[in-house]
C-alpha cells in the first residue's frame, strides 16, 4: 500500500510539475505576441474573446493583413512567429491571397532552422515558422502563382520545406508537360526525392 501512495504522490508531482511548464510556455507566448494583439486593437481591427489573430472578421481583413505582414519581418522568436503564420493560413479569400508574394518573399529569406522556444541554448531545430509559411503559400495558392511557386521550389536554399509546397506541381502535372519535366529534375534533389517516389513521380 505504501509503495503504491508513493506511485501515485510521485505521479501527481509529475503531473502538477508538467502542467506548470505548459502553463508558463502559454504565458510566454502570450506575452511575445503581445505587441501585435495591441497593434491589430489599436487599428480597430476585432479580435474574439480569446483575442486570436487567427479567424477576423472579414472586413477587418484589409486593415489586420499588413500588420500582421509587418510583424512577421520583426524579430519575434520562431515558435510565436510561427503562430502568426497561421493567421494567414486558415481563412482564405482575395485579400489573403493577394499577398501571397509578400509571404513568399518572407518564406524566401526565413532560414531552416531556429533556437528551440524553451531551451534556446539548445542545438537548431527545423523552423515551424518557415513550416507554417510553407503551408500558408500551399493554402493561398493560385494557378497564376505557377512561375514563382516553381522558383520557390527549385531553390534548394529553402530546405525540406519545399515538400509543402509540391502538391500544386504534382496536381497539375498531368496537364502541363513542363510541370512534369521539372519534378522528374526534382527526384535527383535528396530532399524532395522521397516524396516524390511515394508520389509514384
Known amino acids: 500500500m505504501r509503495r ?3 506511485f501515485a504522490k510521485l505521479i501527481t ?3 502538477s510539475s508538467l502542467n506548470m511548464i505548459i502553463e ?12 501585435l494583439v495591441e497593434d491589430l486593437l489599436a ?12 479567424f477576423l472578421f472579414a472586413e477587418d481583413y ?13 524579430p519575434y522568436e520562431d515558435l510565436p512567429k510561427s503562430i502568426i503564420a497561421g493567421a494567414l493560413y486558415y481563412t482564405k479569400n482575395k485579400h489573403s491571397q493577394a499577398i501571397w508574394p509578400e509571404i513568399a518573399d518572407i518564406y524566401s529569406k526565413t532560414p531552416n532552422m531556429a533556437k528551440l522556444f524553451d531551451k534556446p541554448s539548445l542545438q537548431p531545430i527545423p523552423s515551424a515558422f518557415k513550416s507554417s509559411l510553407a503551408n500558408a503559400l500551399l493554402k493561398l495558392y493560385e494557378p497564376k502563382r505557377l512561375s514563382s511557386l516553381v522558383h520557390l521550389v527549385c531553390d534548394k536554399r529553402n530546405g525540406e520545406t519545399r ?10 502535372q498531368k496537364r502541363r508537360k513542363k510541370v512534369a519535366e521539372l519534378l522528374a529534375d526534382l527526384k535527383s534533389d ?5 516524396e516524390l517516389a511515394a508520389r509514384g513521380i
Open 24 to 35: 508558463n510556455r502559454a504565458e510566454r507566448i502570450k506575452s511575445a505576441l503581445e505587441p
Open 190 to 194: 535528396p530532399m524532395l526525392a522521397t
Open 43 to 54: 487599428a480597430g481591427v476585432r479580435l474574439n474573446s480569446e483575442r486570436s489573430m487567427h
Open 4 to 6: 503504491a501512495q508513493l
Open 163 to 172: 515538400i509543402i509546397l509540391l502538391k500544386p506541381l504534382i496536381r497539375v
Open 62 to 74: 484589409p486593415i489586420g493583413l499588413p500588420i500582421i505582414l509587418s510583424h512577421l519581418e520583426r
Open 13 to 15: 508531482k509529475h503531473k
